[in-house]
């Protein structure tokens, strides 16, 4: 019986650059230029993989990691949508929203010499999701492959009222050891210290992680750059239409209640995440779009 990749293999022909199979317990897209390669699912229309010729694997994802399952899957680069973290008023709510547990369909995909590109879409804003948000949108997110990785995320609201939103493409970076990483970009930018009650902070040196980091850095429009120390590579994130930026690490207690990072993976990751959150908020009137989007590019970097 013909899987749902091979139905889309027969629908959406790209060549090597844009190919459908079934890993991990789901539909995936495989994407390769050159020697680049990515993989998304098409739950939650997550990027799951991205190796960049020559560099390695330059995100992380939980070694239990399943589709499926009806759960979001932990790592690679989770859509957060359309609210980041808990939800403002109903703790009953899914966090970080409800479109990265669903399944998102396929509505173009590309490929030549120089990139390949696919575009998944998520509209079944019908009346089971409405007790979830009462508005009706339109989602697109378009991932392109190159020697960089592009993401980018567009929300039109197809309703008749406006509608206020935050939303976070969750990065999580793969890094050989946690303790030899440095983030750079974020100095003297102010930040809600979520272990803290809140706290507002700012620091002037980049940071170093040695134990849990929670921070939603506001107003700040700047690439990020992680040194990664042990691999000699510095991972760099650039970002358009995002006010927001959120640095987390779970460290050891955290790690051990979400019970999906594995033996020792808070070593092996740091999210960097490009996000509307908190008085970020983005509001859109009927008719609008708002596009956020990354581009995600790892050099071969200094080891200091
Ligand atoms: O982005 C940081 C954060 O909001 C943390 O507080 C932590 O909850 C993390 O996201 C992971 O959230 P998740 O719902 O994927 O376990």
Redesign the pocket.
Known sequence: MATDADKLNARFAAGDAVRFDERLGGCVAGLRVADHTAVVALQGAQVLSFVPSGLGEALWLSPVARLGSGK?V?GGI?VCWPWF?PHPHEASKP??GFVRARNWSVVEVAGDGDEARIVLAFEDFDERLEALWPHKAALQLEVSLGETLRVALTTRNTGVAPFLFTQ?L?TYLRVADITDVRVEGLEGSPYID?LRAGRVCKSSRPIVIDGEV?RIYQDTADRVRVHDGEKGRVIEIAKTGSRST?V?NPWIEKSAR?GDMGEDGYRRMV?V?TANAGRDAVTLDPGAYHTLSLDIRALVGDRG
Request: proline share 7%; charged share 20%.
């Open positions: 979001a932990r989770p973290g966090a970080h976070a969750h979520q929670d959120v987390w979400l999210c995440e």
